[in-house]
């Protein structure tokens, strides 16, 4: 039986973060336990220099390079391989001399020897999905069948890049050396500062079928199709040999292509010859520069009527459609597109395709019209006929507002294998409807919502990091984590009453989990890529617009933040810079915390207590202390003597008293007024101002004691309920933890009427806090959530089987038994 | 020591090439806490209403609708319980009662509980929901009410994994 404990992994991981920390904290503080919450991020962050400055922008000699490619290639759909011929252009903008170049080969992640797949391999059969049965760990490992498929597509199929020559512009080649998904050109002479140079690759791959290998593209094939052999959707990405990025903060990007870590790229200008059977139909980033040689005059009417529709227009019905796919040609057509300004170049192609097209006006200088268009197979069916364009428009509606107007001139959702995968101006989307019995298609209410939902996930994605072009192999979270809290936004203007978005409480279980890294860890190290890279970084943003910033900061700062990048390559320190110094607000302690370390969320209300002013006037405060020592409980002692009707000497002898039965400790004597006197007059005018107000208005005073159990340093939020049943807000700025992390007190003064009853931490759930039992003081009984669960009646509307009680049949009025209740009720 | 860090590292690294959209998380998180209030072990599982749609599909049949049919949430939340285990460090079965399920958002939610047995030193667990399906699904289970947190990670080829309190 194989059984291992959690402390190995722990011990690990901790050996883990202590390499990682020891090289980023130069400054220790080795005395006492002090931990400064607030430390600015200076010392951690990159020394500004002319090429990103110290405010989070560009420098005044920010340089990229530009790269761009004039590419002709061919799809041979029966052997689905792809063979095609690139001139590159590649402009040195950087200061320095380059001897060679980098260049990615990405569909090498598919040979046999790539880093992916010998890695792979290490775990043997127990990699993916093997599984030891529950219950009897005994019974051999099984393994599953989509990884059998996918160790027998591999080894059937020669995959990878075959790379058939490099030349440069004279024709004579050049020397290149290929490092896994990496590949090293040689110049000639060394480029220098300013100069371009052309050279040409040949290259050829054969295609992954997506579903078996699950990459981020390949083909799609559907048997059932009536065309003999079937038909293919191909979804055409990372298919060409693209340079590496190289950075003023990195120089070359070598980081091998391990599948997660996503890409790098340089902007430039594409034209692309697609040449593919006739009866395809394509869609590619950029614009189609060729209608007339490859569309029908009634395509081309079409595409007009659609820039001024109101709904989508088809430029390629589903009827058309389907008579393509049913048939085949051996012509062929060359599609060509132009694209401006990009950073990468994906494309599509299959005679299974139909095409809508919808225009938005979207005003301004930028680009005043955008053509959004989609393209599916009949099994997108209605959903993608009803959802897809209009998702498309919908985004590049929000996302302006919070950034800048969508630049490209086509805005574009395929329909294909690929569950949702972003490339500029066009984007790949899985949803699909089912064929039903009937013949019809239907789909459920979560596939509309995934629709709705990756669509503007994926078209999000053009604007980051397409357009503002962070590093995603180095950090997921600056596209992710920035798109996943945009597209809440998005959502939530579609329609609130679908759960879009990201709740702070949706992340509480991962903060407060043991086994994490820091949001700012290099992609491939991520151990949990979804709530690391989306949800959390998605929350913080959440928590800094709605609880810290407010959004009239926050929105202000991050559409400059997208302005300033629009186009360039910002790193995290430029987003960190600019949200603070253009909102004004020191929040080093909140990148410190979010993103810097795994600290979570747990403040807790520990003690309240009530102080009252000493009036130093002897006759009030000794009447108070007089109160106070009645107030007391009386000793058990003398209670239980009472009860057994112990008689006492004062009682049996109420003849004998003297001046203390009469007046107690507190009673008050000139002695003590005249002291009080002297006290008045020893005081300056304005103390005897302030105290005699301060007596006047006898206001309450608390203090209430936080400690901070998670670590992270956050804002307090308070709400103070008073006996009269009112209730009061309170923002405590997180500053209030800056010299004592841990603890900290509040006083907090009430008008005299304004008795407090309780005080709540976080009543919202707005701050991600994971603990809300210490939120409140006097403690309350917070039922867990299964206690939560077993109290409430189940009121759950979602759960109804709305589709099969809308079959029922409304009972008629004649029903005897009825009308007998009826009566009977009235 | 440091080669066999890196070789889990990689191996670890590998096991989630998802991508850019992360609808489907493949991600599920439970919690078993100890609530010394009732004396009972309380077992939340919460997924991604988006992923149990889609493996409700695969599990059952190609029709099963999570979010409107109240029988495939039943066989879910069956499902659920079937393939979560808890045992003594000895080996004993601590079986769990179903206490329900619920939509709640984004999430679906699953209920188990157990009597708090006397002199419990530590746990043994298996979580294989949606595992066999997915080969890159990791369900995090956090156990709470004994002390700080701990985290048990069920993804790859863990079996049974034991938390000690």
């Known amino acids: 039986m194989k059984t291992r404990t959690i402390t190995t992994f722990a011990a690990l991981l901790l050996s883990l973060s202590l390499t990682s920390s020891a090289n980023a904290t130069a400054i220790q503080q080795t005395k006492g336990d002090f931990k400064d919450k607030f430390r600015q991020l200076e010392e951690v962050l990159p020394t500004p220099n002319v090429y990103r400055n110290a405010a989070g922008e560009p420098g005044e000699n920010y340089w990229q390079q530009q790269v761009d490619y004039k590419i002709k290639v061919s799809l041979d759909e029966a052997k689905r391989r792809l063979t095609g011929s690139e001139k590159i252009t590649y402009q040195n903008n950087s200061p320095y001399k380059l001897k060679y170049l980098w260049v990615q080969l990405d569909q090498n992640i598919f040979k046999d020897d790539s880093i992916a797949n010998a890695a792979n391999n290490f775990g043997g059969i127990g990699r993916r999905g093997p599984y030891t ?38 024709g004579k080649k050049l020397n290149f050396t290929v490092v896994g998904t990496q590949m090293r050109i040689d110049l000639p002479k060394p480029l220098k500062s300013g100069d371009d140079v052309v050279f040409s690759i040949d290259f050829a791959f054969n295609i992954v079928e997506e579903d078996a290998v699950s990459a981020r593209s390949g083909y799609e094939h559907f048997e059932k199709d009536e065309r003999e052999g079937g038909n293919d959707i191909f979804l055409l990405a990372q298919w060409f040999p693209r340079l590496h990025a190289y950075t003023d ?31 395809h139909i394509v869609s590619a980033t950029g614009v189609l520069t060729n209608p007339k040689s490859v569309l029908t005059s009634k395509q081309r009417q079409r595409l007009e009527k659609a820039k001024t529709a109101k709904r989508p227009v088809f430029v390629v019905t589903e009827e058309e459609a389907l008579a393509n796919e049913k048939e085949g040609t051996n012509k062929r057509k060359t599609w060509k597109f132009k694209a401006d300004n990009v950073r990468d170049f994906a494309w599509a192609s299959s005679r299974k395709f139909m095409w809508d097209a919808k225009g938005y006006k979207q005003g301004g200088d930028d680009m005043p019209f955008v053509m959004a ?24 509606d929000v996302y302006s507002r919070y950034s800048f107007d969508y630049p490209y001139p086509t805005a574009q959702s395929v329909n294909g294998p690929v569950g949702g995968m972003e490339y500029p101006m066009i984007t790949f989307n899985g949803p699909r409807t089912e064929l039903q019995k009937d013949g019809s298609r239907t789909y459920s209410q979560a596939e509309k919502r995934f629709l709705i939902g990756v669509v503007i996930h994926e078209v999000g994605h053009i604007y980051f990091p397409m357009v503002v072009n962070s590093d995603e192999r180095q950090w997921t979270w600056m596209d992710e984590g920035l798109n996943s809290f945009l597209d809440g936004i998005a959502g939530r203007e579609w329609d609130p009453t679908i759960p879009w978005g990201v709740e702070p409480r949706d992340i509480t279980g991962y903060m407060k989990s043991q086994n994490q890294v820091p949001i700012m860890t290099q992609s491939d190290s991520v151990l949990r890529l979804g709530p690391n890279a989306y949800t959390k970084p998605a929350a913080a943003l959440n928590i800094l617009r709605e609880v810290i910033l407010g959004r009239e900061l926050f929105d202000f700062a991050f559409k400059e933040y997208s302005e300033r990048w629009r186009f360039k390559r910002p790193t995290p320190s430029d987003f960190f810079r600019t949200m603070e110094e253009a909102s004004g607000v020191d929040l080093d302690w909140f990148w410190r915390g979010w993103f810097y370390s795994t600290d979570h969320v747990d403040i807790a209300i520990d003690k309240v207590y009530q102080m009252r002013l000493d009036t130093h006037n002897p006759d009030i405060d000794y009447g108070r202390l ?31 008293t003297d001046f203390y039965d009469t007046n107690d400790r507190f009673t008050v004597t000139n002695k003590e007024r005249n002291k009080y006197n002297k006290f008045l007059k020893g005081l300056k005018p304005w103390e005897r ?17 936080f400690s901070n159990v998670g670590g992270l340093v956050m804002p307090i939020l308070l709400e103070l309920t008073y006996k009269d049943g009112s209730k009061d807000s309170m923002y405590i700025p997180a500053e209030i933890w800056r010299r004592t992390p841990k603890q900290v007190r509040k006083l907090i003064v009430t008008d005299k009427e304004k008795e407090l009853a309780s005080v709540a931490v976080d009543p919202g759930w707005e701050t991600a806090d994971v603990d809300v039992e210490n939120n409140h003081y006097p403690r309350q009984i917070i039922p867990s959530r299964v206690e939560a669960y077993k109290a409430k009646k189940r009121t759950d509307k979602v759960s109804r089987d709305i589709m099969k009680d809308i079959k029922t049949e409304l009972k008629a009025d004649k029903d005897p038994k009825q009308n007998k209740k009826d009566k009977k009720d009235k | ?72 949430q039943q066989q879910f939340a069956d499902y659920v319980a079937q393939q979560f285990l808890l045992q003594t ?77």
């Open chain 1, 133 to 170: 049965k529950a219950g009897d760990a005994k019974t051999p490992a099984k393994i599953s069948l989509g990884e059998l498929r996918r160790q027998q597509f591999m080894a059937d199929n020669e995959l990878g890049y075959e790379i058939s020559a490099i030349k440069d512009s004279k």
């Open chain 1, 249 to 279: 903060y990195e120089g070359w990007n070598n980081k091998e292509f391990l599948g997660r870590g996503e890409f790098t790229l340089e902007f430039g200008d594409y034209e692309v010859e697609i040449n593919v059977p006739a009866d």
């Open chain 1, 373 to 396: 268009m989609s393209f599916y197979p009949k099994e997108g069916g209605d959903l993608w006929k009803k959802y897809s364009t209009e998702s498309v428009i919908h985004t590049m």
């Open chain 1, 626 to 656: 007089r109160q106070i020592e009645a107030d007391k409980p009386s000793s058990l002692f003398v209670e239980r003597n009472k009860t057994e009707g112990k008689e006492l000497w004062v009682d049996r002898n109420s003849d004998v």
């Open chain 1, 689 to 705: 101002k302030t105290l005699e107000r301060a007596i006047k208005e006898d206001k309450n005073y608390y203090v209430l004691e």
């Open chain 2, 1 to 72: 020591m440091p080669k066999s860090l890196y070789i889990l590292l990689v191996s670890l690294l590998l096991i989630a090439a998802t991508p850019a959209f992360a609808h489907q998380q493949k991600a599920a998180e439970s919690t078993v806490l100890f609530n010394k209030r009732t004396g009972q072990m309380e077992v939340s599982h919460r997924f991604y209403m988006h992923d149990t749609e889609h493996a409700v599909q695969s599990l059952f049949d190609k029709n099963a609708d999570i979010i409107s049919s109240k029988k495939t």
């Open chain 2, 89 to 165: 460090l000895a080996g004993t079965n601590l079986p769990l009662i179903d206490v329900g399920y619920e939509v709640e958002g984004k999430f679906f939610w699953v209920y188990q509980e157990a009597v708090i047995p006397s002199a419990l030193v530590g746990v043994k667990m298996f979580n294989g929901a949606l595992r066999e399906l997915w080969p890159t699904q990791i369900n995090m289970v956090n156990i709470e009410g004994k002390g700080s947190v701990r985290t048990l990670y069920f993804s790859e080829n863990e079996d049974w994994l034991v938390t000690k309190f």
